[in-house]
């Protein structure tokens, strides 16, 4: 019988069947898990009689960038349907997994390449986790660690908030992953009610509120279900998440040249924050093929945008995204839905 080594009661059942040593397991999670070691090192801790499923995806195709320290995967899930994760190094030596949460997006963003999509499936608990383990394999053969984990590929997490959820109190359990919750950030369009449930539940996991813009009619263009959840709603879950976290939220915003980036834009971004405890990351807008109506904010209207976001008193960065060069960028991930054996020949053509 094969068994998923995410799954603790399994492994446990298997444990004591073969009659292990709980440091043998132990031995084992901490090699894959944490150390993310790879997959002979990792079973050489079990008897052979053991048949563990160690990942449940499967690397069909790679790309590391020419520009930057970024690396696209492209990984088929049991179903066949492909998925993307990126692995992100970044100049000060730390380095960043970018994990998918479905496999496509519902919520049909004007910007993202992913949003064009539409929705295939949500990732299984499994899915979600065997990215972070095939990811860090590829950071540790290389002598690095993984530091911090997002959870902005594709999908809308909290249109799977369960699996998200699920995955997340596996990465930071201290039997599995035993990943700090600081060191992970799950980033939304903007779904109220899962946000504040996400704080009470997970409350030192960060949270990221993709917001664009603070015109609610402007806003709707490029994020359509602010129609479903308006600017009032997401302020009063923000101030929710405040509470319940103590620590600012991280509000981004996609520079648009021309629609969002104005000094009166700037203004009205200030007046809806007030009251709420956030920090801004702006992020310079990456081009893709379905939104030629969309370019970037120049350089200095960015500069000038965040400088006046820092003299009203909010902590301001600019996110400048790596992996352009291989769409690997913010909001770039995106893959037709079909099996992958019908996408190779685009991939290959793609190289």
């Known amino acids: 019988m094969t068994f998923d080594v995410h799954d603790s009661e399994a492994v446990e059942l298997h444990r004591r069947n073969h009659r292990l040593d709980p440091h043998v397991i132990r031995k084992f999670r901490n090699s894959l898990l944490r150390k993310f070691e790879a997959d002979d090192s990792a079973l050489s801790h079990l008897p052979e009689t053991m048949n563990v499923q160690l990942h449940s995806l499967s690397v069909k195709h790679r790309m590391d960038s020419a520009l930057d320290g970024a690396t696209r995967l492209l990984l088929q899930t049991s179903t066949s349907h492909v998925i993307e994760c990126v692995i992100l190094r970044i100049a000060s030596g730390r380095s960043t997994i970018c994990v998918s949460s479905q496999v496509g ?31 860090g394999q590829i950071l540790t053969n290389e002598g690095r660690r993984l530091d911090n984990i997002v959870f902005m590929g594709m999908g809308e997490p909290f249109h799977n908030s369960r699996a998200v959820t699920d995955a997340i109190r596996k990465l930071t359990d201290r039997d599995l992953f035993a990943r700090s919750p600081a060191s992970i950030l799950v980033s939304t369009v903007g779904i109220p009610e899962k946000m504040t449930e996400f704080a009470e539940t997970l409350p030192g996991v960060n949270l990221a509120l993709s917001l664009h813009s603070a015109d609610s009619e402007k806003r709707r263009t490029l994020i359509p279900l602010e129609s479903k959840h308006p600017l009032k709603d997401l302020h009063e879950a923000i101030r929710q998440v405040n509470q319940l976290q103590g620590r600012p939220l991280m509000i981004e915003y996609l520079m648009l040249d021309g629609v969002n980036d104005s000094h009166d834009a700037a203004n009205q971004l200030i007046r809806w924050v007030q009251g709420l405890n956030i ?56 893959r037709t839905l079909q099996p992958v054996q019908d996408q190779q020949n685009s991939i290959a053509s793609a190289d």
């Open 105 to 135: 997006c519902a919520a049909a963003c004007d910007f993202c390449a992913t949003g064009k999509l539409g929705i295939a499936k949500n990732l299984a608990v499994r899915e979600i986790l065997d990215q972070v383990v095939l990811g």
């Open 279 to 334: 920090r801004f990351n702006l992020i310079p807008f990456n081009a893709i093929e379905d939104a030629p109506h969309l370019m970037c904010s120049p350089r200095e209207a960015i500069d000038r945008f965040a400088q006046q976001l820092r003299e009203a008193g909010y902590q301001t960065t600019v996110r400048y995204s790596l992996g352009a060069d291989i769409a690997a960028a913010c909001g770039q991930l995106a």
